[in-house]
């Protein structure tokens, strides 16, 4: 953001902070559902339907003869063999390691494991309220068989009353040794993380990334694997490459489970909550605004730690962070916590907005963010480190969900266009941008309250107008003569050319050839090549007629060269 006529200092900082960026590579294709599901650590796959081996079934009926009463089972649906047998599976007996291995030994062939169970070894030996468990692990040639395991439970009689099945049948492989050394399989995994930009990035104070061998059965070939975790700043992922030929196994599958919190938020801000244009900040005192203000909303996507960590933002860049074991984030205006809330949460509702428009991709990735690290009255985006840091002169920033779109803009415009900006226009529609996703997802919100008057909130510390905005969608500049070499006042131009899309094709249209266009963007394109991607994006996206004729009168109206 840019405060008018702030001073050229502050200017400079205003600008998006230029520095090196380097390029993560190319994303591997997923279908946008695929992408989802994994992203938000939800299943991969539907539940699978196992049947018995029909070899077994003589086994399986000479169990369930010997049991007293009913049996359940459920069978893997990679063996045929049973995985969970509830029931009272056995004559009472006294609870060992000794009694589980010869209740287990009497039931090997149905497990299509040998009777003196090899590379089993036992692991965890629990009293519980229902009465004893022990759990064997499965090794093979001294290699832990992942997830493989025997569970044994039984209850305070001494009766077996569950059988869990993991264990991989045939587990022993002709050979352990790996052609991969660890470093090629973790170099193999990172080929293997879905899109996403500083996902990839491992976590610098965080483990780093680790290869353990383990002989993977999940494929239904049991197989020498490398089972790769790599931490970043969102996921963690898990992904097990072939220890022989380096191919992944298995999709990379996030470890996260995400938790959803409660948090306190303005709608938008103070004064589109409030409807009254009169609040101003008066040194960030609670009682500046009425209690009405404040929205309770749900906060998804949380990493479970405490703090406002989760796969879409983060406030990690914050000097002194709020936590909550309860993920109950709620604080009012005086506190940093309050800052801290609305950056998290939208943040997280700009990039859950872009993948329901069909993006599953665009800047996928945790943002992170600072809301007490700059005294100015100053935002930026800093392409160096990615990072959005909200200062707190006058209205605390992040105060303003305006300025927390505004900066995101910015970081989607660097997702899309790596190193965009190099150039006046270029820097013009990143600012225009910028201010055009704040009030259209502003407008998701404020029921048609002062839409096109941009970050009122804020701009209550530094705007004499009724109302104050820090600038306007609805202006009339016009290309070239408005052009006065300020990105954020010529940017006017282009936001109001958006904004006016908006409104003749509506705004899920409008927000979509909007992010769209960005692909067929250069970092140093000029406001009539822009003009002209915008509607190569339309008519590639398929709009109608109509629509795309609205698109390029706007534009040419506008004062820009549309020749397509
Ligand atoms: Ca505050
Ligand atoms: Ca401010
Ligand atoms: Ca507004
Ligand atoms: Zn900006």
Redesign the pocket.
């Known amino acids: 953001m840019e405060l008018p006529g702030c001073s050229l200092v502050q200017r400079v900082l205003c600008l998006v902070v230029v520095s090196l960026f380097v390029s993560m590579g190319i994303a591997q294709a997923a279908s946008p559902d695929e992408v989802r599901l994994k992203r938000n650590g939800g299943p991969i796959q539907s539940q699978p339907q196992g049947k018995p081996d029909p070899d077994l079934l003589p086994l399986w009926a000479a169990l369930v003869g010997k049991a007293s009463g009913p049996v359940s089972v459920t069978w893997s649906h990679l063996w045929g063999t049973p995985k969970a047998v509830y029931g009272m599976l056995s004559s009472p007996m006294e609870p060992s390691e000794a009694s589980a291995r010869q209740f287990l030994s009497s039931q090997a062939a149905l497990l299509n494991l040998e009777p003196s169970l090899p590379g089993f070894v036992l692991t965890s030996d629990r009293k519980t309220s229902m009465g004893h468990v022990y759990v064997f692990s499965q090794r093979a040639d001294g290699v832990p068989v992942y997830g493989g395991e025997l569970k044994i439970h039984f209850d305070r009689d001494g009766h077996v009353v569950g059988l869990i099945n993991t264990s991989v049948p045939s587990a022993k492989l002709p050979a352990t040794v790996p052609s991969l050394e660890p470093e090629q399989a973790i170099q193999a995994a990172k080929g293997h993380i879905p899109p996403g930009l500083s996902d990839k990035e491992e976590v610098a104070d965080g483990p780093g990334p680790s290869a353990k061998l383990v002989i993977y059965g999940d494929t239904g070939t049991p197989t020498l694997a490398w089972e790769v975790t790599i931490h970043t700043h969102g996921p963690a992922w898990q992904v097990f490459i072939h220890a022989q030929t380096g191919k992944a196994l298995a999709p990379a599958r996030d470890l996260n489970r995400y938790v959803t919190g409660t948090g306190q938020v303005f709608l938008?801000?103070a004064?589109?909550a409030a409807r009254d244009n009169s609040l101003r900040d008066q040194k960030d005192t609670a009682s500046a605004v009425p209690p009405t203000v404040y929205r309770s909303v749900t906060l998804m996507g949380l990493d479970g730690s405490g703090f406002l960590d989760g796969i879409y933002a983060s406030s990690s860049s914050s000097k002194r962070r709020v936590s909550s074991a309860s993920q109950t984030f709620v604080f009012d205006r005086s506190e940093n916590g309050f800052s801290e809330t609305m950056g998290y949460y939208y943040l997280d509702y700009a990039q859950r907005y872009i993948q329901s428009l069909g993006f599953p991709t665009v800047n996928n990735r945790q943002q992170v963010f600072s809301v007490d690290r700059s005294k100015k009255d100053n935002s930026f985006y800093q392409l160096s480190t990615k990072t959005i840091t909200y200062g707190t002169g006058g209205v605390d920033d992040a105060e303003d969900a305006?300025v927390v779109w505004h900066e995101y803009g910015h970081s989607i415009l660097d997702d899309q266009v790596p190193g965009y900006g190099t150039t006046l226009e270029a820097d013009s529609i990143g600012e225009g941008f910028g201010d055009y996703w704040?009030?259209t997802l502003?407008?998701q919100l404020?029921e048609g309250?002062?839409?096109?008057?941009?970050?009122?909130w804020d701009a209550t510390s530094y705007s004499s107008t009724t109302?104050p905005?820090l600038r306007r969608l609805d202006g009339t500049k016009h290309y070239p003569e408005s052009v006065v070499g300020e990105v954020h006042d010529d940017g006017e131009m282009w936001s109001a050319a958006l904004w006016q899309i908006r409104a003749a094709i509506g705004a899920t249209k409008a927000d979509t050839v909007v992010l769209q266009h960005h692909f067929l963007l250069t970092p140093d394109t000029s406001f009539n090549q822009a003009a002209d991607a915008l509607v190569t994006a339309a008519t590639g996206l398929g709009y109608s007629a109509t629509d795309v004729n609205a698109i390029r009168t706007i534009l040419q109206n506008r004062g820009f060269t549309v020749t397509l």
């Open positions: 938008v801000n004064i589109v305006d704040a009030g502003g407008a404020s309250f002062q839409d096109a008057c941009v970050a009122e109302p905005c």
